[in-house]
């Protein structure tokens, strides 16, 4: 399968630090990157669809000014996450679409964020 | 609103046994279908993905889909302790640009 680079991997963080989160397609292009978040004993829940070289679309309830999403190019997508709070520690992970039609998502290895 | 139904578990299976794994969704336009695994503070690895009704074997593992019930299994054959994961359930309802609508997954526990 397709590798995805996600890092960090783990990041601690005080409250009201904004912290930045690179997920990177290795070996294919991807026109399109998902970002996800995990909380404990839950499921993956879909945050944003990132767009390469257009806005972000974000999920109800997702707030976009403070998850700022930005596709600059085939291979890269970040996520950061200003001024966070405690709430907002969580699992996020990144997933990019390899192909078209068939909408396979590889996953990066994500990203523990506790925010202290 | 889109949503994935996984009964949760523990799901116990003798080795060498078959585990069989559930998932229901409720969009009937949902066109995509995947079985991912995740192991505990692991990002999900895909095993699984159907497309269309009926079977789709890949080594040990078969994924069942039907559409008209809106159901989607897999089959895990000759189960290893190392199959011992959380098993997540996933269904994109548009035709690629949408992201994934995961269940809360089954959690599998293989009994040597």
């Known amino acids: 399968g397709a590798v995805v680079s996600q890092h960090p991997s783990w990041v601690i963080c005080k409250s009201g630090t904004s912290v930045k989160i690179e997920c990177r397609s290795l070996d294919f292009q991807a026109t399109t990157m998902f970002w996800y978040r995990q909380f404990p004993k839950q499921s993956l829940m879909l945050m944003a669809t990132?767009?390469?070289?257009?806005?972000?679309?974000?999920e109800q309830g997702v707030e976009k000014d403070k998850f700022l999403i930005n596709h600059a190019s085939l291979t890269l997508s970040t996520l950061t996450v200003t001024s966070a709070h405690p709430e907002d520690s969580s699992f996020y992970i990144c997933s990019a679409r390899q192909g078209s039609g068939k909408n396979i998502q590889y996953f990066g290895a994500g990203t523990r964020l506790s925010v202290l | 609103q889109k949503e994935v139904e996984q009964n949760s578990g523990p799901l116990s299976v003798p080795e060498g046994a078959i585990a069989s794994l559930n998932c229901t969704y409720s969009?009937?336009?949902?066109?995509?279908f995947f079985w991912y695994r995740q192991y505990s503070g692991k990002s999900p690895e895909l095993i699984m993905s159907i497309y269309s009704n009926g079977d789709k074997e890949d080594g040990r593992f078969t994924a069942q889909l039907n559409k008209a019930s809106q159901y989607v299994s897999l089959l895990i054959r000759d189960s290893q302790p190392s199959d011992s994961a959380t098993y997540l359930c996933a269904v994109n309802v548009g035709g690629g640009a949408d992201g994934l609508t995961f269940g809360k997954g089954t959690h599998l526990i293989i009994q040597p």
């Open positions: 969009d009937r336009g949902s066109q995509s």
């Open positions: 990132s767009n390469e070289g257009s806005k972000a679309t974000y």
